[in-house]
């Protein structure tokens, strides 16, 4: 597998470098850190010196030119489309979290949750993708849907190959965890959203997190 080049960013050092050491951790030779930023200025400046397939960066870096989290996240998608971009943050606002994937991210990562899933999020993230990793942001009691509809409604290796793409995996691991071909796990991936009326991986992540599957 390609390695895959990531910048990242932070207006507190101390967790720019706890980002580093995760991801030198947990990468397992497949994903480098290629260039680092404390603010929005810095993190432009990086993007345009270094090449990189992937942008982890905090949502609210108030120091620099561009305090806006949102007008950061467009202008780095207008300038560079083939970089996936992956925002950290605490902002727990519905509204919010979608204006975030409107203005062009490919997955929110909620700071709070389990910091492998976030080298997860980045190996199995592309610049097509729109994932949310939160549990805090669903609202249990809004799901209409629980696992014994979840086991009714699918096949029982349809439902495996949800929740290992729900727990960050990508196609290509999930085909080689289970002995099965990339086509075949994308068409079960599709089939079993096709049953639940899922339409986005968001959607996906949101309805297999509400039930405590991953």
């Not at 345009?48 to 108030?62: A, G, I, L």
């Not at 980045?122 to 014994?148: C, G, V």
């Not at 960050?168 to 796990?185: D, F, P, V, Y």
Request: hydrophobic share 40%.
């Amino acid at each position: 597998m390609k390695r895959r080049r990531v910048v990242i960013a932070d207006d507190h050092p101390l967790v720019l470098l706890g980002l580093k050491e995760l991801i030198n951790k947990y990468g397992d030779n497949r994903v480098e850190v290629v260039g680092e930023a404390c603010n929005p200025d810095e993190l432009w400046n990086c993007l345009r010196e270094t090449d990189c397939d992937v942008v982890v960066t905090d949502f609210n870096m108030p120091s620099g030119k561009m305090t806006d989290g949102l007008e950061l996240i467009s202008r780095i998608r207008r300038n560079f489309p083939v970089v996936t971009i992956l925002v950290v943050t605490m902002v727990y606002n519905e509204s919010m979290i979608k204006a975030i994937f409107k203005s062009g991210a490919n997955g929110v990562f909620d700071k709070g949750e389990e910091l492998p899933v976030l080298v997860g999020a980045i190996r199995s993230l592309d610049n097509k993708s729109m994932s949310l990793y939160s549990s805090k942001w669903i609202d249990r009691s809004e799901s209409h849907m629980t696992q014994a509809d979840l086991e009714k409604k699918l096949s029982k290796r349809e439902l495996e190959v949800i929740r290992l793409y729900a727990s960050g995996l990508s196609g290509r691991e999930i085909a080689k965890k289970l002995n099965k071909s990339e086509k075949t796990i994308s068409r079960q991936k599709r089939c079993a959203m096709e049953k639940l009326g899922i339409e986005s991986d968001v959607y996906l992540y949101q309805t297999i997190s509400a039930l405590g599957l991953i």
